[in-house]
DNA sequence: TTAAAAATTCGACCGTGGTCGGAATTCTAA
DNA sequence: TTAGAATTCCGACCACGGTCGAATTTTTAA
């Protein structure tokens, strides 16, 4: 049976908001523009919106997947499977952790919702979660063959623990704790290199670069 | 000086809208208490609010000081410095996320300002870190001199560690990865201890229970 | 005591995200 | 071809968070 009109129209409206918010949330970010904007720069009406996205974040989302494929492959273009397992997590993480705050607003609300999301967008934030663990655990299984990991540790638990330094990564520069993104590199690295070498006992580590420390120093030191 | 009708009035104005914002966010949650109904509750106009408090997050968060003060005294009653590490941080970290998660829309806008805090909300959640970095670090302190950390492991980058477990610990709670405080109780065991032992080498580690382990598991699975 | 100044109160008002039901369009079947 | 069923569209409408300036109350100074 040939598509329909209906068929073909429900997708090329669907395409014209997303091509639409693309453009302005791009030009203006995601707060400034209205509904009412974006439905008529798709050249709709502001109620046929909702029956295509329940919320405005939902078209958010949609508006994040394409970048975030971009971002996926970029990755995994230069990526190295052979490099020691710090290196591997220090590139993926820091390449997300650049994309996520390219756009501070934009990335605040990316990263709250997948973080913390409400019951409706649980489902879509899954989704996400689901590309990050699966990338992260293939590279911890891949070194733990070649024995960069304890022989019992699990992959799966590990790959939660590094993606906790993950979130705390970008908890911290939301937070100011570090305003360059070299410090953040450095601090991502410093908390890698920890969990790997243990904090019971094991070897030293490398310390957290100055510009980081010391915020949280005087944070901790205040009366 | 007396005090002037004026600083009086600002006081108990100040305080009624705080009692009528326990009261109604108690009663009927955040999202579906109006600041108007908050104003009628508190017996002023709606704009006077807004010579007290800028913004509805901020009055929500002036109702939760009093809710946190209670749960850190609530914490440093049952807190029994001579315990191993592991049992303290797992006791500090416990309470404060059934405290937080009691409520799960109360906690949810709570731990999403406090983790990604917005510009003009960063003082107060600067305020907030401060008090479980502290805790934590001295927890941390103590345990090193007892020998249970590496003695070049810096108590501040491991504070900075552990605390990114326990925002994993709450992330996992609102994306649905266990449903019962008990899993989420051995699931910050097992990452707490995985911590101390080191991701790279050490002893075994305790798994998480599986039912926080599985639904991960097939997450990560699925294709 | 009083009048000018300063601080405070408040509700009408604004733009927003989201809803709803009738109008318009597309599909189905005879 | 056409009538009626099913779907899609849309803008008036709602409640909300937040603003603003006129009106009121308190302070200050003569």
Same mark, same amino acid.
């Given at each position: 049976?040939?598509?329909?009109?209906?068929?073909?129209?429900?997708?090329?409206?669907?395409?014209? @908001? @997303?091509?639409a918010? +693309?453009?302005?949330?791009?030009?203006?970010?995601?707060? !400034?523009?209205? +509904?009412?904007?974006?439905?008529? !720069?798709? &050249? +709709? $009406?502001? $109620?046929? @919106? %909702? $029956? %295509?996205?329940?919320?405005?974040?939902?078209?958010?989302?949609?508006?994040?997947?394409? #970048? +975030?494929?971009?971002?996926?492959?970029?990755?995994?273009?230069?990526?190295?499977?052979? !490099?020691?397992?710090?290196?591997?997590?220090?590139?993926?993480?820091?390449? #997300?952790?650049?994309?996520?705050?390219?756009?501070?607003?934009? $990335?605040? #609300?990316?990263?709250?919702?997948?973080?913390?999301p409400?019951?409706?967008?649980?489902?879509?934030?899954?989704?996400?979660?689901?590309?990050?663990?699966?990338?992260? #655990?293939?590279?911890?299984?891949?070194?733990?063959?070649? &024995?960069?990991?304890?022989?019992?540790?699990?992959p799966?638990?590990?790959?939660?623990?590094? %993606? !906790?330094?993950?979130?705390?990564?970008?908890?911290?520069?939301?937070?100011g704790?570090?305003?360059?993104?070299?410090?953040?590199?450095?601090?991502?690295?410093?908390?890698?290199q920890?969990?790997?070498? &243990?904090?019971?006992?094991?070897t030293?580590?490398?310390?957290?670069?100055?510009?980081?420390?010391?915020?949280?120093?005087?944070?901790?030191?205040?009366?």
């Amino acid at each position: 049976m040939q598509e329909g009109v209906r068929a073909r129209k429900k997708r090329e409206t669907r395409q014209a @908001i @997303i091509d639409a918010a +693309i453009r302005l949330f791009g030009e203006k970010g995601f707060e !400034a523009t209205s +509904i009412d904007e974006l439905a008529r !720069a798709a &050249g +709709i $009406g502001k $109620g046929t @919106i %909702y $029956g %295509y996205f329940r919320t405005k974040l939902e078209i958010f989302f949609a508006f994040c997947e394409e #970048q +975030i494929d971009y971002s996926f492959s970029a990755v995994s273009t230069t990526h190295n499977s052979d !490099a020691p397992l710090l290196e591997q997590l220090h590139t993926l993480f820091f390449s #997300q952790f650049r994309f996520i705050t390219a756009n501070a607003e934009f $990335g605040r #609300q990316l990263v709250r919702e997948l973080t913390f999301p409400s019951e409706a967008n649980r489902n879509l934030s899954r989704d996400l979660d689901r590309r990050y663990l699966k990338t992260v #655990q293939d590279i911890l299984i891949a070194g733990k063959a070649r &024995g960069e990991l304890h022989p019992d540790c699990d992959p799966l638990l590990a790959t939660v623990h590094f %993606y !906790a330094l993950y979130l705390l990564l970008i908890s911290g520069w939301y937070s100011g704790y570090s305003t360059t993104h070299e410090d953040q590199s450095q601090a991502l690295r410093a908390l890698l290199q920890q969990a790997l070498a &243990g904090l019971g006992n094991g070897t030293l580590t490398q310390p957290l670069p100055p510009a980081v420390l010391e915020p949280i120093r005087a944070l901790v030191a205040t009366p």
